[in-house]
């Protein structure tokens, strides 16, 4: 059991920057895998970014590409999400993820269908505005 409390969320401009972060806690979470999702008002969730268990190899959904970068600290078991260039249309309910590494078989790309996801946080809601 891995249990998962996201942290950083709020207002932003556009342009802004918002760091949100993830504290793990339970049985060795530092063997899971890792990811973001979102939900907007009226969406459907979707993939943000993921990050397999030793933080050296990350995937990033469109909407992130080139905007968030995902890192990992093993050592205080958390997670980041750096948001940068920020839009309204990133306003959403972002949601840390874990799933044990070795359910992906090493395609860390794979944690972008919720169905590999084994453990959820509750979410954190981040608002930009114009």
């Known amino acids: 059991q891995v249990q998962l409390v996201e942290s950083g969320g709020g207002s932003a401009q556009t342009g802004g920057s918002l760091r949100l972060s993830c504290a793990a806690s339970g049985r060795f979470p530092s063997r899971y895998a890792m990811a973001w999702f979102r939900q907007a008002p009226g969406r459907e969730r979707e993939f943000v970014a993921s990050i397999n268990s030793n933080g050296d190899s990350t995937y990033y959904g469109d909407s992130g590409k080139g905007r968030f970068t995902i890192s990992r600290d093993n050592a205080k078991n958390t997670m980041a999400l750096q948001m940068n260039s920020l839009r309204p249309d990133d306003t959403a309910v972002y949601y840390c993820?874990?799933?044990?590494?070795?359910?992906?078989?090493?395609?860390?790309?794979?944690?972008?269908?919720?169905?590999?996801?084994?453990?959820w946080g509750r979410g954190t809601s981040v608002t930009v505005t114009f």
């Open positions: 993820t874990a799933t044990r590494m070795e359910s992906l078989i090493g395609d860390i790309a794979a944690m972008r269908h919720e169905d590999n996801v084994a453990y």
